[in-house]
T-cell receptor
């Protein structure tokens, strides 16, 4: 039971490059989320998706693009990476989007933008 | 004002003591409240959730919710060194918001 996986686990890139972080879940959960975690800010929601082909912005969406062509995958793309996007990125999923649904997190991707 | 506020700590308690972690939130319409534990370098994992005013107990953990005061807390009884971690409070209103976390160290 793989659950929710993220790749790569670590990534170093340069300013201006495009980077895609992958997220895959095996539970067939409807909802998927992308967060970034930074010291002093905690976890902040970037984008979320209620189902395939349905995505919506979170608290900090600028500079990021998402897509969800299949229920199990939810890639996050940094179109032109900036140093301020250096962070730890977590993908999460939940069975539904109801207010009482628990979110389950992937292992995270540590991204360094030079 | 942040949506969810937590004391960043660090909070240190001796082994066997009760650790008390606190969280306040700003959205009065929030309906569900979660406590996650995050070990260093790892992803958050759910400890407890609570939806109704009052206390909810699960083993050594007790979550307390007071919607009138917009306050939620987590008590850890008989604290163990393995409880040393950062504890994140999360609140689900119109969106999921996390606090910045409280670092807990349990001293053997």
């Amino acid at each position: 039971d793989a659950g929710i996986t993220q790749s790569p686990r670590y990534k170093i890139t340069e300013t201006g490059r495009q980077v895609t972080l992958m997220c895959h879940q095996t539970w067939s959960h409807s909802y998927m989320f992308w967060y970034r975690q930074d010291l002093g800010h905690g976890l902040r929601l970037i984008y979320y998706s209620a189902a395939a082909d349905i995505t919506d912005k979170g608290e900090v969406p600028d500079g990021y693009v998402v897509s969800r062509s299949k229920t199990e995958n939810f890639p996050l793309t940094l179109e032109s990476a900036t140093r301020s996007q250096t962070s730890v990125y977590f993908c999460a999923s939940s069975e539904s989007g109801g207010g009482q649904e628990t979110q389950y997190f992937g292992p995270g991707t540590r991204l360094l933008v030079l | 004002q942040k949506e969810v506020e937590q004391n960043s700590g660090p909070l240190s308690v001796p082994e066997g003591a009760i650790a008390s972690l606190n969280c306040t939130y700003s959205d009065r319409g929030s309906q569900s409240f979660f406590w996650y534990r995050q070990y260093s370098g790892k992803s958050p994992e759910l400890i407890m959730f609570i939806y109704s005013n009052g206390d909810k107990e699960d083993g050594r953990f007790t979550a307390q919710l007071n919607k009138a005061s917009q306050y939620v807390s987590l008590l850890i009884r008989d604290s163990q060194p393995s409880d040393s971690a950062t504890y994140l409070c999360a609140v689900n209103g119109n969106q999921f918001y996390f606090g910045t976390g409280t670092s807990l160290t349990v001293i053997p």
